[in-house]
């Protein structure tokens, strides 16, 4: 199982929600280069960048954020948040995403986002599926689709749509353990996905229980800011 630590971005400082809440912000960093060659130190291969601006205003707002990280670690990103438009794909990649997310573009244009896996391929366009009740959440979590989870994924493995990232939004921030049963469910009726789990996690046995599971990954955030999670513990799995 693949451990990607998570760097959230507002207003180009490391920040994270609680319930996708961006009243309930706390800054932990101001310098996101800093804890990104902190992940990199620690042996960390892979990095989870989101744009927590872009989300909200549904365009790409802290792209430097990005170019800075990418061009000064060997960090493997997949970026996401505000990924909206052929523009904001196009910013993504020069900036040095390696992999873009696309959940909001994917429930509202589905016909640019299927454009995008064929272009980039499966490897380089991962799915956003995160979920409030089982229905989509998309804008920053600010709103809920009416679309199920399993519809939505059923429909993009179609588009051969390989890796996902499924977030509990009642889950996320709130350092009560990751959504278990919601991706016991996903791998049992789609086995072939490589499904990257998102939120929740707060400490080491439940990163221990993930791995006994078949994902793909696991992103973990909070719980390492708060100090959880010890790093070097969690680079075991490295």
Same mark, same amino acid.
Request: proline share 3%; with cysteine; net charge negative.
């Given at each position: 199982? $693949? ?13 994270? =929600?609680? *319930? ?7 800054? /932990?960093? $101001?310098?996101?280069? %800093? ?22 205003? &549904? !365009? ?14 060997? =960090? ?24 873009? +997310? ?14 995008? =896996? &064929? !272009?980039?391929?499966? %490897? *380089? ?33 179609? &588009?051969?749509?390989? /890796?996902?990232?499924? +977030?509990?939004?009642? #889950?996320?921030?709130?350092? &009560? ?10 791998? %049992?009726?789609?086995?072939?996905? *490589? ?9 080491? #046995? ?26 070097? %513990?969690?680079? !075991? /799995?490295?």
């Amino acid at each position: 199982m $693949e451990i990607i630590p998570a760097i959230d971005i507002i207003s180009g400082k490391c920040v994270r =929600l609680t *319930k996708g809440d961006y009243a309930q912000m706390k800054v /932990y960093n $101001e310098d996101p280069l %800093e804890v990104a060659m902190q992940f990199e130190d620690h042996g960390f291969r892979r990095l989870h960048l989101v744009d927590l601006d872009g989300a909200k205003e &549904k !365009k790409i707002v802290n792209n430097k954020v990005l170019e800075k990280l990418a061009g000064k670690t060997s =960090l493997f990103i997949d970026f996401g948040g505000g990924v909206q438009t052929d523009e904001d794909r196009r910013i993504a990649f020069e900036c040095g995403a390696r992999q873009i +997310t696309g959940g909001s573009i994917a429930v509202r244009d589905p016909e640019l986002f299927e454009n995008w =896996l &064929k !272009k980039y391929g499966p %490897e *380089k366009i991962i799915l956003g599926a995160d979920v409030k009740d089982k229905k989509i959440a998309v804008s920053g979590w600010q709103e809920s689709s009416e679309l199920h989870i399993f519809d939505f994924l059923e429909k993009y493995l179609e &588009k051969a749509v390989k /890796y996902v990232i499924s +977030t509990d939004v009642s #889950k996320d921030g709130m350092l &009560k353990g990751p959504a278990f049963d919601l991706y016991d469910e996903v791998m %049992e009726r789609f086995g072939d996905l *490589k499904l990257i789990a998102s939120g929740g996690v707060a400490e080491m #046995k439940e990163v221990e229980a993930l791995a006994e599971k078949p994902i793909y990954g696991v992103i973990i955030g909070k719980a390492i800011y708060e100090g959880k999670i010890d790093l070097k %513990e969690l680079s !075991k /799995y490295v």
